[in-house]
């Protein structure tokens, strides 16, 4: 099957901010939000599927979270265990080590993770100060591109 691109219009966007973080790692299709922190600081959060999917995206010099570390970042926003400043620290990280993987022990500062989380994602955005600027969705031929329908 021909695999491609396209930009998530605002409905799109709003569906996926409005489902929970801790779900969306399970949607099928390949998804990029490319988010703005604190003024500057750009960074990638691929939020569901195969981040090889979206290989053929213009990212280079973005860090970019993968759907696992999506999720340890919003599981510690919740908790309270990190904030917009542990956000930005991350993204400067990735750009200064990229072999470096946010796991859920260096999310939560050691803590013990809690057995379940349920913030959406647009709230945990809205907690680190996060403003999306794009969304792209990987798209097989036949698959809608809605991403509840893909699910």
């Known amino acids: 099957m021909a695999s491609d691109t396209t930009r998530l219009d605002p ?5 996926l901010q409005s ?7 399970g949607l099928p299709l390949a998804t990029l939000l490319t988010v703005r922190l604190g003024g500057d600081v750009v960074a990638g959060l691929v939020v569901a599927g195969d981040p090889s999917d979206l290989a053929d995206l213009p990212i280079t010099g973005v860090a970019t979270f993968a759907p696992d570390e999506v999720e340890a970042l919003a599981c510690a926003v919740e908790y309270g265990r ?23 022990t260096t999310a939560l500062h050691g803590v013990n993770p809690p057995t379940s ?15 999306v600027v794009a969304g792209t969705l990987q798209v097989t031929s036949g698959v809608p591109t809605s991403l509840l329908r893909a699910a």
């Not at 489902?19 to 790692?25: G, M």
């Open 117 to 131: 989380f349920g913030w959406s994602l647009g709230r945990v955005l809205r907690e680190v100060r996060a403003v």
């Open 82 to 104: 990190a904030d917009s400043v542990d956000v930005i620290a991350w993204v400067a990280r990735k750009r200064s080590e990229p072999g470096f993987h946010l796991d859920l």
């Open 19 to 25: 489902l929970p973080a801790s779900l969306l790692r």
């Open 11 to 15: 409905t799109a966007l709003a569906e």
